[in-house]
């Protein structure tokens, strides 16, 4: 069932209308009850009645929302320019908001990729673009949108691991903006049947569940240890390279390979080392 969108009558036309009869029938009515004419009696009450429903037809449409008319459970279209209107009295009228909403959902506990278990939630942001499929498609919508959210979450979170182990990776910590695209697809495929279009679907909450969250940070900081061992040891081989290339370019002094070797290895461990180096006096010559 797809959105039609219809137009009412002016609302302000239609209430001085209505008033204009109803006035008219009443004063008619008491002219009619002097007179004892029973058929002119019988009109006005039926002008009465009828001017009384037609207020009910009276309805007000807000900015940024719709109004939904049903006849007899037969769905008519929707009322979605803001203003005063009037539409059959005898329809029911369901009020639909078109505003931007948003909620954040609860913290779930998950396996990730990797199966470690996790906590994530996140925050979305969603809009009624149809509102025959949101009233007619689902029973809740806002209850289909919450829950279907969650679920979404859940599938993206056993999809990625929670940190990446090869470059290049997608991860759940580190690639924000690849995951946020995937989490608003994974929602928006959904929802494509209750007539709601997500705007934006984000993490606002991840980290490893409390039980291995100390091992996990441990982890961690082993792998940063790690990589910025790695750097610098290759700063520290470029620095010795160079420091050859020059002494050698410059003819500063001659070494053979075993008093490379050594400089290399004396170089490596100032350059590497966690403390500082302790200074040696050499007080002999360069080979003793």
């Not at 009645?49 to 769905?75: D, H, I, M, R």
């Not at 996140?122 to 919450?146: G, L, M, P, S």
């Not at 209750?194 to 100390?214: D, K, M, N």
């Not at 370019?249 to 590497?272: I, P, Q, T, Y």
Request: charge should be negative.
């Amino acid at each position: 069932m797809k959105e039609r969108e219809i137009s009412g009558i002016s609302g302000w036309m239609m209430l001085l209308l209505g008033m204009a009869i109803f006035i008219a029938a009443t004063i008619q009515l008491v002219r009619a009850a002097d007179a004892e004419d029973a058929l002119w009696i019988t009109v006005c009450v039926l002008a009465l009645v009828f001017s009384s429903l037609g207020f009910f037809g009276l309805t007000v449409v807000n900015p940024n929302e719709a109004k939904v008319v049903q006849l007899f459970g037969v769905y008519k279209g929707s009322l979605k320019r803001q203003g005063f209107w009037w539409v059959n009295p005898l329809t029911s009228r369901r009020r639909v908001s078109l505003r931007v909403r948003n909620f954040e959902s609860a913290k779930l506990k998950v396996n990730d990729h990797d199966g470690n278990p996790i906590e994530i939630a996140a925050i979305v942001v969603w809009k009624v673009v149809d509102t025959a499929e949101a009233i007619f498609q689902v029973n809740d919508y806002e209850n289909f949108v919450h829950v279907q959210s969650e679920s979404a979450l859940r599938v993206l979170a056993t999809t990625y691991p929670y940190d990446a182990h090869e470059e290049g990776q997608i991860a759940l910590r580190i690639s924000s903006t690849e995951i946020a695209h995937k989490l608003r697809e994974e929602i928006q495929e959904r929802l494509a049947t209750a007539g709601v279009e997500v705007v934006e679907a984000r993490i606002s909450h991840l980290a490893y569940a409390p039980e291995i969250a100390s091992a996990m940070l441990r982890r961690q900081q082993a792998n940063a240890i790690i990589a910025a061992r790695q750097r610098i040891v290759e700063g520290a081989v470029g620095m010795v390279e160079m420091a050859l290339e020059q002494l050698s370019a410059k003819h500063v002094v001659e070494l053979d390979e075993e008093r490379k070797a050594a400089m290399v290895s004396n170089l490596l461990v100032v350059l590497c080392g966690d403390r500082d180096p302790q200074p040696v006096v050499n007080a002999g010559t360069l080979y003793q």
